[in-house]
């Protein structure tokens, strides 16, 4: 069969992939930028809604509960209907989140409308996300493929951190319900763009493990809704006889059950066990929670520094992040090139390692009259790694997967990254919270402190506070540097991909078999 043919067949597509590629690309950006922009709006919520702090943490806790959860299962359902289809489907629901999201305040609606509507949002995101990896696994060869995953890796590392700067720019500009409305027009083109160019791909009948289903959504759900919350309960009581330990524990044990299973299960199950036989698949799981969760961690406190100690507004603050946006977009060319023709250990090795010396540097440069310099130097060294992790480490998971497994493989490598954002999250927030109350003593309300911080005060604090409360944000950087380093760890470890293995062979003149074969 030609490849014209096999495209009208729907397995193949004809022509070059990347048309597709590039729509895919604009909801992908557009997702992973609502993962973060609300962080600089939390001041302006609790403003507009009259609403606590606890309450506003819901508008992106109940985003990142429903992109997590059904992520399993939205991988899945692409191999099964076919990935253009959900990812329209996801996408169409992403975008009329936001328009609901932007008018619950001119409706008078109350915040828990936004809440909800940031739920539907996170849903439509979840069945966005694994299609993007799946169509570039089907389409492209395995030897172009790392340009491709390098264009996906360097779009994830540039929207977590363009987030907070177009949150910034769009609540002092316009207002904080923009940051949802400007959702819409980018959603609508690439509606169009998606169904245009991206290719109807052959599909796989699949039964639904719904066994499976149930313990991973379950499971999911309390582990991260305990430790994405607990810090509001103060890891106590939530109601009646549910506590969050309990929550959590419960979490962990039914995922334990769901893994059981899936080794049990002599039919099709949700994940496939065999997908971690490959060992650049397991360790590029590893990896990229270690990335996700280092992603997030990192930017709350240098946001809360730079607006509460140094007294900077939400655009300004976020501006200090531009140098590693820019550097991450500029440099994705490169480190697609190179991921196609260097071992992936060294290049997500030297990428996390230059993660982490970036976080301590930004640690470092965290004080009350520091020059700013020094935080664009380490954000420009932080803008130097990312490229080198997010592709790369996206190109060894899906390196070896076969078609059928693509969107299995995706759902999988996705769940591992959000989840990792999650625990970044809650860690960051309660190790803040202690290193506030040591630096600034027991009378000190560290919740009250960092709210204070986010709002962004006229001025910057007191110098009596500011160097405590500089230093307690400071120390708190350390823990993502540190994670980043089992991202290091699991890199030292990657096979040699087996193109590249083929292709030294074939210059030797010797013929190497592809793995199952």
Sequence with gaps: MTTTSAARAGTVPAGSPWPALWALVIGFFMILVDSTIVSVATPALMDAFGASINEVMWVTSSYLLAYAVPLLITGRLGDRVGPKRVYLVGLTVFTLASLWCGLTGDLGLGIGALITARAVQGLGASMMTPQTMAVITRTFPAERRGSAMALWGATAGVATLVGPLLGGVLIDGLGWEWIFFVNVPV???????????????????????????????????????????????????????????LLIVTGAVLLVVFVVWQGLNRGEPLVPLGLFRDRNFSLANVGITAMGFTVVAMIF??????????????????????????MSFVLAPLAGRLTDRVHPRLLV????????????????????????????????VLGLANPFIWGPLSTAATRNLPPQRAGAGAGVYNTTRQMGSVLGSAAIAVLM?????????????????????????????????AEPFSRALAESMYLPALVILVGLVAALFFELPHHMVQDRARRRGRHVSAPGT
């Design 301 to 326: 406190p240098v946001m809360i520094w730079a607006q509460g100690v140094r007294g900077l507004s939400p655009t300004m603050a976020a501006l200090l992040l531009a140098p590693s946006s820019v």
């Design 433 to 465: 919270e202690a290193r506030l109350a040591a630096r600034l003593g027991g009378g000190a309300a560290p919740a009250g402190g960092m709210a204070e911080g986010m709002a962004g005060p006229a001025g910057p604090m007191p110098p009596g506070v």
């Design 187 to 245: 959603g609508l083109v690439g509606l169009v763009l998606a169904a245009r160019l991206v290719p109807r791909l052959e599909t796989h009948t699949h039964r639904f493990d719904l066994l499976g289903v149930a313990l991973s959504a379950v499971g999911l759900l309390c582990l991260v809704f305990g430790i994405q919350e607990g810090q509001s309960y103060d890891w106590g009581t939530i109601s009646g006889l549910v506590s969050v330990p």
């Design 349 to 380: 090795g030297g990428g996390t390692f230059l993660l982490a010396a970036g976080i301590v540097l930004m640690a470092r440069a965290m004080t009350p009259d520091a020059p700013l310099w020094h935080v664009l130097v380490a954000q420009f």
